[in-house]
């Protein structure tokens, strides 16, 4: 079974940090590239960060360049986003998702929470 797990999201005050976590099974991890979404209410859904599956390779929105990081853990299956010096609209619920990089096969996590109170 295909899963694709979001953890680590929370209640934290503007300027403060969090860590979220992208935990996949049930498929060859190592051949997905890794981005991460948010979806604030009333807005759309819009890219903050992704990793590539071969050279490490990232990219961020301009929003968060300079305070989100993100990384990969292959021998754990995991991509992280680390939030720093986090506002109020970073508020959003963030989505990890996982994109075959030669097929069709896309993967999306469920979500977990991020609220910045300021």
């Known amino acids: 079974e295909v899963q694709l797990v979001e953890s680590g999201g929370g209640l934290v005050q503007a300027g403060g940090s969090l860590r979220l976590s992208c935990a996949g099974s049930?498929?060859?991890?190592?051949?997905?590239?890794i981005a991460w979404f948010r979806q604030a209410p009333g807005k759309e859904r819009e890219g903050v960060s992704c990793i590539s599956s071969s050279d490490g390779s990232t990219y961020y929105a301009d929003s968060v360049k300079g305070r989100f990081t993100i990384s990969r853990d292959g021998a754990k299956n995991t991509v992280y986003l680390q939030l720093n010096n986090l506002k109020p609209e970073d508020t959003a619920v963030y989505y990890c998702?996982?994109?075959?990089?030669?097929?069709?096969?896309?993967?999306w996590g469920q979500g977990t929470q991020v609220t910045v109170s300021s």
């Open positions: 049930g498929f060859t991890f190592e051949c997905y590239a």
């Open positions: 998702n996982a994109r075959h990089v030669l097929a069709q096969n896309i993967y």
